[in-house]
């Protein structure tokens, strides 16, 4: 699954929960979003090994061997959560873009607990291996590396941009409706976005051309 629908797939999940509004401080959100963003994409640290089949250092399938099969498996979701989780709390303001830092510096700072950003990367980490489950190229073995057990389900393409064109509208409309307040409304879209997702990734074998990467 592509990038793009990594990250949107979680964040719509997460956006529309009412964030802690601490007493004359600013609450640093921004670390939450970090930790979606972390959970989402770092299980395809395992696809860096690849690299070197890539730049034609080897012609073994170094790629193939190791993507979609550590980090990937239930075990790997644990650690790449913890790891997710930690960098958010631990990622320093200064390398935010200077756009993305809060723009009042003089107010007191709070940070997310430890807790929550490691439930919002699980959140994360979990939509990944759903996007990665549905797709036909290679292979996903949750329970490595007790069991060699293929769950690759098949159904659509990693880019699928139809897919992703969903998420993107999904998260689009629902940052329009929570920045006028309209939080049950946020959550109304996630609901739709996750029926469409689910009807098309149902249908499309069916209705269009078989996946093939």
């Given at each position: 699954?592509?990038p793009?629908t990594?990250?949107l797939?979680?964040?719509?999940?997460?956006?529309p929960?009412?964030?802690?509004?601490?007493?004359?401080?600013?609450?640093?959100?921004?670390?939450?979003?970090?930790?979606?963003?972390?959970?989402a994409?770092l299980p395809?640290l395992?696809?860096?090994?690849?690299?070197?089949?890539t730049f034609?250092l080897?012609e073994?399938?170094?790629?193939?061997q190791?993507?979609?099969?550590?980090?990937?498996?239930?075990?790997?979701l644990f650690?790449?959560?913890?790891?997710?989780a930690?960098l958010?709390?631990k990622?320093p303001?200064?390398?935010?873009?200077?756009?993305?830092r809060p723009?009042?510096?003089?107010?007191p700072?709070?940070?997310p607990?430890?807790r929550?950003l490691f439930?919002?990367?699980?959140?994360?980490v979990a939509?990944?291996?759903?996007?990665?489950?549905?797709t036909?190229?290679?292979?996903?073995?949750?329970f490595?590396p007790f069991s060699?057990f293929?769950a690759q389900?098949?159904?659509?393409?990693?880019?699928e941009?139809?897919l992703?064109?969903?998420?993107?509208a999904a998260?689009?409309i629902?940052?329009y409706?929570?920045?006028?307040g309209?939080r049950?409304?946020?959550?109304a879209?996630?609901g739709v976005?996750?029926l469409?997702?689910?009807l098309?990734?149902w249908?499309?074998?069916?209705?269009?051309?078989?996946?093939?990467?």
């Amino acid at each position: 699954m592509d990038p793009i629908t990594h990250v949107l797939s979680a964040a719509v999940w997460i956006e529309p929960l009412e964030p802690p509004r601490p007493q004359g401080a600013l609450y640093t959100r921004w670390r939450e979003r970090a930790a979606i963003l972390f959970g989402a994409l770092l299980p395809d640290l395992d696809a860096v090994p690849g690299l070197v089949e890539t730049f034609g250092l080897t012609e073994a399938p170094v790629f193939t061997q190791y993507h979609r099969i550590a980090s990937h498996s239930f075990l790997g979701l644990f650690l790449v959560a913890l790891l997710a989780a930690t960098l958010a709390l631990k990622w320093p303001e200064s390398w935010l873009l200077p756009s993305l830092r809060p723009k009042d510096r003089t107010s007191p700072r709070v940070d997310p607990r430890w807790r929550r950003l490691f439930l919002f990367s699980t959140v994360a980490v979990a939509f990944h291996f759903l996007g990665d489950w549905i797709t036909a190229w290679g292979t996903l073995k949750p329970f490595w590396p007790f069991s060699g057990f293929d769950a690759q389900l098949a159904r659509v393409n990693s880019i699928e941009p139809v897919l992703c064109g969903l998420t993107v509208a999904a998260w689009a409309i629902q940052h329009y409706v929570l920045t006028r307040g309209m939080r049950r409304l946020g959550w109304a879209v996630a609901g739709v976005w996750l029926l469409v997702v689910v009807l098309y990734v149902w249908l499309r074998p069916i209705y269009g051309p078989e996946a093939f990467v």
